[in-house]
């Protein structure tokens, strides 16, 4: 699943900013909690046809195990990507 902007679509970062609330929201609920779960800012970067599809969805697979989430990509459920 991804997020697809169209020609009716305002900008990535209000579309941005609806998925986050609205996932934080679920999220929240979900684990009986209140408070921020999304950082305040993301980085934008659009990919081109020349870039290495494969170096970058290893360095998004991989955003867990720096993070220290989990100890092995492997434990991460959502770590499978068609570009791996």
């Given at each position: 699943?991804?997020?697809?902007?169209?020609?009716?679509?305002s900008n990535l970062?209000?579309?941005?900013?609806?998925?986050?609330?609205?996932?934080?929201?679920s999220i929240n609920?979900?684990?009986k909690r209140k408070g921020r779960l999304w950082?305040?800012?993301f980085y934008e970067r659009a990919l081109?046809?020349?870039?290495?599809?494969?170096?970058?969805?290893r360095y998004i697979v991989a955003n867990p195990l720096r993070?220290?989430?989990v100890k092995s990509v492997k434990d991460y459920p959502f770590w499978d990507s068609v570009y791996l």
């Open positions: 699943m991804g997020l697809r902007l169209n020609s009716n679509a970062s209000k579309a941005l900013s609806a998925l986050e609330g609205r996932s934080a929201y609920q979900h684990l950082q305040p800012a081109r046809a020349e870039d290495n599809r494969l170096a970058i969805a993070r220290g989430l």
